[in-house]
């Protein structure tokens, strides 16, 4: 069984940083794309951050709306990726949720974290 856990968010004043992480537990063999989405209070899901693997070097993208402000990476060893959240702006107010595609002994599918909101106001 293969869990995922996201950090805890916050409330973070306009300008402020915030890291999210988020932990893959279970039989795992091996993790590939990692995604970050938000989702707002009536708006569409949106991706924010991909990152194809966890070592070094792996290839980045990011949505032009946090592009230069929102980092994503990962460690391999604890197979946990982070979101590292700088310069946040009120429309950043969302729901962030991390996703990984996890190969096991018997799947290659996608996991979803459980969701951890991120309130940007001053």
């Known amino acids: 069984q293969v869990q995922l856990v996201e950090s805890v968010g916050g409330l973070v004043q306009p300008g402020g940083s915030l890291r999210l992480s988020c932990a893959a537990s279970?039989?795992?063999?091996?993790?590939?794309?990692i995604r970050w989405y938000r989702q707002a209070p009536g708006k569409q899901r949106e991706l924010v951050a991909t990152?194809?693997?966890?070592?070094?070097?792996?290839?980045?993208n990011y949505a032009d709306s946090v592009k230069g402000r929102f980092t994503v990476s990962g460690d391999n060893g604890k197979n946990t990726v982070y979101l590292q959240m700088n310069s946040l702006k009120p429309e950043d107010t969302a729901v962030y949720y991390c996703?990984?595609?996890?190969?096991?002994?018997?799947?290659?599918?996608?996991?979803w974290g459980q969701g951890t909101q991120v309130t940007v106001s001053s």
């Open positions: 990152i194809t693997s966890f070592t070094s070097g792996g290839n980045t």
């Open positions: 279970g039989s795992i063999c091996s993790i590939h794309v």
């Open positions: 996703t990984m595609k996890i190969q096991t002994m018997a799947s290659h599918s996608d996991y």
